[in-house]
């Protein structure tokens, strides 16, 4: 689960008739995207993402999760869930298969008008080997995709959680940016950048969700390939 020492937001998403601002992303060891304004920006602002951590988590963590997006006529997207935390500790450590301590994508808003829900961070993931370690297995601690804001007549769909350590969870986008607004990018664990905001929706629809920032990820022995 979330962290208790994530920041809150800025500024919540705000609710409108016209169409509900998305959340934002939640933020970690990068900051999470801001979400995108509903109803062309008149009286609907999305959700403002607190700034990422500044130093290195000093005990074991969980990420942050995403917030909601603010309420149109329809329900907001919920954020997504935060990356939970995994210590290994070992003289001699083999890692073989994926290791996923990634966040969750934000919901997307419901119709009519919902604002779409942030995503998730990536959570903190150590390797302690004590001797040896053999890593070939993919680490991901990345930030998952925020949801679409809804239109009038459909709902808005959720963003991606990371599914490959070097692509960022595209936000959701189910009608090709036609309606409503997408979702942004998550971050990837590791990268400078922060997540993607998201997409203002037009007139009468929600805005997207921000992206999820970054996890942290760290080892007492080189790791391997990626």
């Known amino acids: 689960g979330a962290s208790s020492l994530c920041t809150a937001d800025v500024s919540d998403a705000a609710d409108s008739a016209a169409g509900g601002g998305g959340g934002a992303g939640g933020s970690f060891m990068t900051k999470g995207g801001n979400g995108g304004a509903g109803n062309n920006e008149v009286n609907a602002n999305g959700a403002v993402a607190p700034a990422a951590d500044a130093a290195d988590p000093a005990i074991l963590r969980g990420g942050c999760a995403g917030s909601a997006g603010g309420t149109g006529p ?5 954020g997504g869930g935060a990356g939970g935390a995994l210590y290994l500790v070992a003289p001699t450590i083999t890692i073989g298969n994926k290791i996923d301590v990634s966040g969750s994508g934000g919901l997307g808003g419901g119709f009519a008008a919902g604002g779409g829900g942030g995503g998730g961070t990536g959570g903190m993931l150590v390797i302690d080997a004590l001797t040896t370690l053999t890593q070939t297995g993919p680490l991901l601690a990345n930030g998952a995709g925020g949801g679409e ?16 350590f070097n692509v960022n969870a595209p936000g959701g986008d189910s009608r090709g940016g036609t309606a409503g607004g997408n979702g942004g990018r998550g971050a990837r664990s590791g990268a400078a950048n922060g ?10 629809e929600g805005g997207g969700g921000g992206g999820g920032g970054g996890g942290f990820i760290r080892s007492t022995k080189p790791l391997g390939a990626n």
């Open 195 to 204: 997540a993607d905001p998201g997409i203002k929706g037009g007139s009468n």
């Open 149 to 164: 804001g809804a239109d009038v007549t459909t709902s808005g769909a959720g963003g991606s959680d990371p599914a490959t």
């Open 74 to 78: 329809g329900e907001a997207g919920t």
